[in-house]
Structure formats: structure tokens, C-alpha cells
């Protein structure tokens, strides 16, 4: 880790950091230039805890039902070393797999350290990588530098190697009827899916080899027709991951903005935790709420002050440099006078504002 980790632990208030997921990096690069989050998620902040302590908790998380049909699933597909899900690779998807191996990367010699687990997973990787030894890589324990420092990944995929490639397996529980599934959650399971393809090429490359053998077309198993038989499909996901590098390269690097903050700065209980949240600059935009934990609190903050932001991410930025609503409805009234910046977003709210009023003048049932 950087010089910044002391700084980083003292945010988290001797909290253990929390780990990052690929649902997690996946929202992340949702709002890339939200110095808030990335500080908050670079340290590992629990954002979930934050924002019960501070009265506007998230509605994020899949119900207990969710949670254990999910589990149910996902040990029935990797049961007796993964049968099941072999049956389906080379029945359903036509792939050659002629020998198995199969290694579970979660615990390594009862010891769940996060660092002993990543060294195994590159250890067998590097294998598997120069000999084609090994098949299946159950929770491979990943890297990824986040804005500037290295974050795990939890695993909750497979990483499945056949004719030197390696593939990503997500196993999901939503339905497939009829061939199809909701749109939207494909759609989240193919970032995240991306997310460990970035990761495992990244991996591959620190290794040596060519990150391309980590192939952009990953698998994703679900329960077919409402029941519980998987069904497989793969899935191309070169556009999330062209959207995931472009965003993560854009991500503010955390170290420039501690540099900015106050030193004492911690997002532990007791003190002042509002005023330390509110001490790291937020860009509020509805989207958050899709993605965030500290929605609900950026929300309100953005309507207190009138922030652009909160009319959404277009409005924001058609009125670039204009922060609040308040001087927004100022300048297209003419109470205030824009300086020199603003002036042709000025005079264009000028324009929408005098269109307004001609169009309310207009008369009902017909123009003037
Ligand atoms: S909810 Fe708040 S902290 Fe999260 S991305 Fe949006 S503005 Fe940033």
C-alpha cells in the first residue's frame, strides 16, 4: 500500500476496512469525479453503517429470501467439485473439457488472510498459465488499484480455464424464461463480471503473460424456466470494460484529495460525522441513488442547498460552473450579474427564461 494507508485507517476510525466487491467497483466508477465516495470507499469505510448512524440508511441489500435461494443455487451448481456446472460447459456451451481439476481458493490452510489467499491464487494462476494445468479456480482472490491504492476483490466467481484461456463464471439467481432474462440485471451482472475480467488480466499481465488470455467472453449461470436447472450464457463484455477503464482512469486519485482535507478528519461513530461527511466534497446526481449507500444523506444535503446536481447529472452540466439553483434562477431573472465566466451560460438562461414567459403568456387553446 501507499504512504496514505495510515491516513486511510485513521478515516475508517480503527474500523477493518471494508472489502470491495465487483458490485461495488462497478457503481463506483458510476460517479467518478464524487471525491466523497472515492475517499470513503478508498479507506474501506462501511458507507452502509455511516449512513444509519447518520439517519438516512440505504435501502441497498437483497432480502433474506434473495439470499438464501442465491446460496441454495450457487452450492447446487458447484456441488461434487463443480458437476454440475462441467455437465453444462460441454453440454450446453459445446466446450472441449477434457480433464478437471478443480481448487477452492476461499480458505488457504484455514487461514482466510487476504494476502496468504491472493498469493495462492497467483501461485496457481502462474501455473496454470505455463503448464495448462488446472481447470476450475473457485473464489480466486483478486487486485485492483482503486484511484491509487490496491483494493481486493471479494470472489464470488469462478475463473475457468480451457485451451489456455481463462473465463469468467458469474453465478447468479435470477431466471432465465424462454431464453431470456430482466435486461437490467444482466446488465449488472455483466459489469461485474467485467470487473474480474479487468482484474484477472491485470493479474495475468503482473504474471508475464498476455493479458488477452483472459478472454472477454465470460459465462453466466442461472436457474432456467422458474426452476432450478442451470442454464449457461455467455456473455461478450468488451463494452463494460471499455467503460470500466475509461472511468477508472478518470477516478480522482485519493491522495490528492487528503492532501485537502482536514488532518484529524474520521468517519468513526461519535464526534461530529455529518460534519466529517460533509467535510469531503459530494457531486449529488439522481443516479446515486440506483448505486450508493450515501444517497439518501447526499440527497438531502443537495436539496438543502439547492445544488444543481441534484436536478440531475444533464441539467448539471448544461450549467456548467452554475453550483446552486438559487444563483441559476438569479441569473436568468438578471438579479445578478455573471462574471465573465458565466456569461454565456447567463445569457442562455436568459433566453429559457424569456421563452418561459412568452410561452405561459400564450394563451390556452391557441397562439397569440
Ligand atoms: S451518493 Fe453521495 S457519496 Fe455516493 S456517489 Fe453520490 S454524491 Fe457521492
Do not use: W
Amino acid at each position: 500500500m501507499t504512504e496514505t494507508a495510515p491516513d486511510l485507517d485513521r478515516l475508517r476510525g480503527g474500523a477493518p476496512p471494508r472489502n470491495h466487491d465487483a458490485r461495488t467497483i462497478a457503481a463506483l466508477t458510476a460517479n467518478p469525479g464524487c471525491a466523497r465516495r472515492g475517499v470513503m470507499d478508498a479507506a474501506g469505510v462501511d458507507k452502509d453503517a455511516v449512513a444509519r448512524l447518520l439517519g438516512f440508511p440505504s435501502p441497498f441489500g437483497q432480502s433474506q429470501f434473495a439470499i438464501t435461494r442465491g446460496n441454495a443455487f450457487e452450492a447446487q451448481v458447484k456441488a461434487d467439485g463443480c458437476a454440475e456446472l462441467l455437465t453444462l460447459l460441454r453440454e450446453r456451451l459445446g466446450l472441449a473439457v477434457p480433464e478437471v481439476a478443480y481448487d477452492d481458493l476461499e480458505v488457504v490452510a484455514g487461514n482466510e488472510g487476504r494476502e496468504l489467499r491472493h498469493t495462492r491464487t497467483r501461485r496457481l494462476l502462474a501455473r496454470v498459465l505455463e503448464t495448462g494445468e488446472g481447470t476450475l479456480f473457485d473464489h480466486p482472490l483478486l487486485r485492483l488499484e482503486i484511484a491509487g491504492q490496491l483494493a481486493y476483490l471479494e470472489p464470488d466467481v469462478i475463473a475457468f480455464q480451457v485451451a489456455g484461456r481463462l473465463h469468467v463464471i458469474e453465478i447468479k439467481s435470477f431466471a432465465v424464461v424462454d431464453g431470456q432474462a430482466e435486461p437490467e440485471q444482466v446488465a449488472a451482472a455483466a459489469r461485474q463480471a467485467a470487473v474480474y475480467v479487468m482484474a484477472l488480466r491485470r493479474l495475468v499481465g503482473e504474471l508475464g503473460h498476455d493479458p488477452a488470455r483472459v478472454s472477454h467472453e465470460v459465462f453466466l449461470v442461472c436457474p432456467e424456466n422458474f426452476s432450478n436447472r442451470p442454464t449457461a450464457t455467455p456473455l461478450d463484455v468488451r463494452p463494460q470494460l471499455a467503460v470500466l477503464e475509461r472511468q477508472l482512469a478518470r477516478l480522482t486519485r485519493i491522495d490528492e484529495i487528503l492532501g485537502e482535507l482536514p488532518g484529524d478528519l474520521t468517519f468513526g461513530p461519535g464526534g461530529d460525522l455529518a460534519g466529517s461527511v460533509r467535510a469531503v466534497e459530494a457531486r449529488y446526481a439522481p443516479e446515486c441513488m440506483a448505486g450508493c449507500e450515501m444517497a439518501f444523506f447526499c440527497r438531502d444535503e443537495a436539496r438543502a442547498c439547492g445544488a444543481t446536481g441534484a436536478l440531475g447529472r444533464s441539467v448539471r452540466d448544461d450549467l456548467g460552473g452554475v453550483d446552486t439553483i438559487g444563483t441559476a434562477l438569479a441569473l436568468a431573472d438578471g438579479s445578478l450579474s455573471p462574471s465573465a465566466d458565466l456569461a454565456e451560460t447567463a445569457a442562455q438562461l436568459r433566453t429559457a427564461a424569456r421563452l418561459r414567459e412568452e410561452a405561459l403568456l400564450v394563451p390556452q387553446g391557441g397562439a397569440a
